[in-house]
Structure formats: structure tokens, C-alpha cells
């Protein structure tokens, strides 16, 4: 599973590899951001919570998964973990 995958790569990195990771040409990583029409599909999942974990993608890459919890525990709803980090995909207007 890609989500247990990049939440696992996450938890075995040590600090100083971890400090690598949340930079872009040396500037620390400042959010991950989801389009709003995500946001309003993963609240209308039914779901009892949200998970948020860290994760590294298969490119070594930070990303965040977004797990909503479902009310029946036995099924996974949708796992999300293609949000656009902040360096580099800024907007201008931050």
C-alpha cells in the first residue's frame, strides 16, 4: 500500500536526513497545499476523523497523506498524497 509505503520512508529518516528533505534550495518547506474541492470531497467521505501523517514519496519527496477514517473500520475510503509543497509551487501572492 503507497500510503503505508511513504508513512513508513518518513518514520526511518533520521533528523538530519529529515532536515534535507523539507527544504528547496535551501529554503524550509512553509505548507502542502490541496485544492479546496479535495478538502470538500474528504468531508463529505463518511468518515469519523481525518488522518494528516508526514510521508516521502518514492521520489524521496515530502509529501503529506490524507487518510479519512471511515465509520465502518473495515473498508479504506481514499488515501490522498498529491499536494504541492510551498517552495517551490508558491503562489505569488504569499
Not at 529529515?18 to 463518511?46: A, C, M, V, W
Request: proline residues 9%.
Amino acid at each position: 500500500d503507497q500510503a503505508v509505503n511513504y508513512i513508513s520512508n518518513w518514520t526511518k529518516k533520521s533528523m538530519s536526513e529529515i532536515d534535507e528533505i523539507t527544504s528547496f534550495n535551501g529554503q524550509r518547506l512553509r505548507y502542502i497545499s490541496y485544492p479546496s474541492s479535495l478538502i470538500k470531497h474528504i468531508g463529505s467521505l463518511p468518515s469519523t476523523n481525518t488522518n494528516i501523517a508526514w510521508g516521502i514519496d518514492e521520489k524521496g519527496k515530502i509529501t503529506t497523506v490524507i487518510i479519512p477514517i471511515p465509520t465502518n473500520k473495515n473498508e479504506l475510503l481514499e488515501v490522498f498524497d498529491n499536494g504541492k509543497p510551498c517552495p517551490p509551487s508558491c503562489p505569488t501572492h504569499c
